[in-house]
């Protein structure tokens, strides 16, 4: 009787606890639910710039360089700047992600939007479960907002309490947010994750063959020096799309006097940043103008005002048509070398997976070449 006693005590206890935790959550987000959606910071709540991360670059004078993009923006929108470049961005942080390792190889950025419970979860079940991966050191994380809503709140917090995978900023997570969780994901990966050899960022609907990356890892990711890796919209290709109906929609406030970017950029659903670009990428938001479409500021005007970022094609390896993908990966002739494909439902994911582990056992071209090599020079 004594010991049921204590048990319910216990249980009372921890009922309690996690109450409290989801109060203090919901309290501190009604601060933050009166912030439009594309709210960004004043000049003034911006942290300093730091001249030594942006001189490998030849851009210690960051301000110099700047001045040459303001005509691409009207008066009002030259002082406004991505919320996540304020003095407490993090929400959920889950710094100690890749604190027990010296060295990370491959730290993946997964955006994600806070209700989509169904993908993070069909994510972490196939390749996003890092624990697979035992050539080289994976770590990886969801990246996402607030949500207006107190259930999809709650379910979060469970969420990280099991996964302890989420970093969650202190903004509404809307479309128009995007640029606010790229930078947001910049910061953290500078901050949290600095010895990474490798950062890549997908959206929560791509699936990513992380296998594929790991084979070709030390050979052609692991030096990588000022370099982003993505399907490339070169400069003048990308259409600025101003109908109010246009899911890309940009106002005349920006590039008012274009019809395209002026400058390259990534389609963003799989983008691959060598390590050393990533801090001078969130030093120079601190000084950037804003612009909500987080593919052309994070890919485009950024690495532009940076200069020397080579943006590299990988326009046949990354897919739009699932159905292209489902082909490849059901090949039993060879491996499929696609690194990642845009899907349109979780299911998908999981229908790839199984496609891809078994195509997996098939030898790759190269560990054919290996082969041969072996027992050509066993045989003579």
């Known amino acids: 009787m004594m010991r049921s006693g204590i048990f319910l005590n216990i249980v009372k206890l921890l009922v309690l606890y996690w109450a409290l935790i989801i109060l203090a959550t919901l309290v501190r987000q009604l601060k933050l639910t009166s912030l439009s959606p594309r709210e960004q910071l004043p000049t003034s ?15 210690a004078d960051i301000d110099g360089r700047i001045s040459h993009f303001l005509k691409y923006f009207v008066k009002s929108r030259r002082e406004i700047f991505p919320l996540t470049i304020s003095r407490d961005p993090f929400h959920i942080k889950n710094d100690h992600v890749c604190r027990k390792d010296k060295d990370v190889d491959l730290l993946v950025l997964v955006i994600s939007a806070a209700p989509y419970f169904h993908k993070r979860r069909s994510i972490r079940r196939t390749w996003g479960n890092v624990s697979q991966y035992h050539s080289h050191r994976v770590r990886l994380v969801f990246v996402l907002g607030l949500s207006q809503k107190a259930s999809v709140t709650a379910d979060i917090i469970k969420e990280n309490a099991v996964h302890n995978d989420i970093v969650q900023g202190n903004f509404i997570d809307a479309y128009h947010n995007l640029t606010h969780k790229a930078v947001m994901a910049m ?3 500078s901050e949290n994750c600095p010895n990474a050899k490798l950062v890549l960022k997908s959206d929560d609907d791509t699936y990513v063959n992380i296998f594929k990356i790991l084979e070709e890892f030390d050979g052609k990711y692991r030096n990588k020096s000022k370099e982003i890796l993505c399907k490339v ?8 799309h101003r109908s109010p109906n246009n899911k890309w929609r940009l106002s005349g406030d920006f590039f008012p006097n274009n019809t395209c970017y002026p400058f390259p950029h990534c389609i963003g659903f799989f983008v691959m940043f060598s390590p050393d670009i990533i801090t001078p990428l969130y030093e120079t938001a601190k000084k950037a103008p804003f612009i909500w479409i987080d593919d052309v500021y994070l890919t485009g005007l950024l690495p532009t005002i940076l200069g020397g970022i080579k943006l590299t094609k990988l326009d046949n390896l990354l897919l739009w048509r699932q159905s292209d993908a489902m082909q490849c990966f059901q090949s039993t002739i060879k491996r499929c070398d696609v690194r990642a494909v845009l899907t349109q439902r979780p299911i998908a994911i999981e229908r790839l997976w199984s496609y891809a582990l078994k195509n997996r056992s098939l030898l ?11 027992f050509y020079k066993a045989a003579s």
């Open 45 to 59: 709540n911006i942290s300093a710039v730091s001249p030594l991360i942006l001189r490998s670059f030849g851009s």
């Open 187 to 189: 910061r953290w990966t």
């Open 233 to 240: 919209a070169t400069t003048g290709s990308s259409p600025i």
């Open 364 to 374: 790759s071209n190269s560990s054919r070449t290996s082969v041969k090599a072996t």
